[in-house]
Nanobody
Framework: VQVLESGGGRLEAVGSLRLSCRAS????????IGWFRRVTGKDREMIAC????????IAADFVKGRFTISRDNAKNTVYLQMNGLKPEDTGTYYC???????????????????WGQGTQVTVSS
């Protein structure tokens, strides 16, 4: 299994970025996919998760209204559109494959069994 994130970078506050996650080595269309991040002073935290079909999503309160998760199963890719970025969003962003169905505790890192190396997002004020 390979999970590869891309799209990170440096930008100023209020800017936008779209992260991509391409995964392979398993039946992509059968698995929920999540985005997590690690920011300074915090443990890895769930940003959003999308079910296998792309019809249902869940997101952490701190990103609602700013970040949107989506997927294209034909391209084995999940996206994270991030708008209104703040300096406190600075960190490493990870894509991960959910081991069990979407609805089972998507906020827990224990629910995910394959992780990418992460992509760095740096937001300046």
């Amino acid at each position: 299994v390979q999970v590869l994130e891309s799209g990170g970078g440096r930008l100023e506050a209020v800017g936008s970025l779209r992260l991509s996650c391409r995964a392979s080595g398993f039946p992509f269309e059968d698995k929920a996919i999540g985005w997590f991040r690690r920011v300074t002073g915090k443990d890895r935290e769930m940003i959003a998760c999308i079910d296998s079909s792309g019809s249902t999503t869940i997101a952490a309160d701190f990103v609602k209204g700013r970040f949107t998760i989506s997927r294209d199963n034909a391209k084995n890719t999940v996206y994270l559109q991030m708008n209104g970025l703040k300096p406190e969003d600075t960190g490493t962003y990870y894509c991960t494959v959910k081991a069990r169905p979407f609805g089972i505790n998507p906020f827990s890192t224990d629910e995910y069994n394959y992780w990418g190396q992460g992509t760095q997002v740096t937001v300046s004020s």
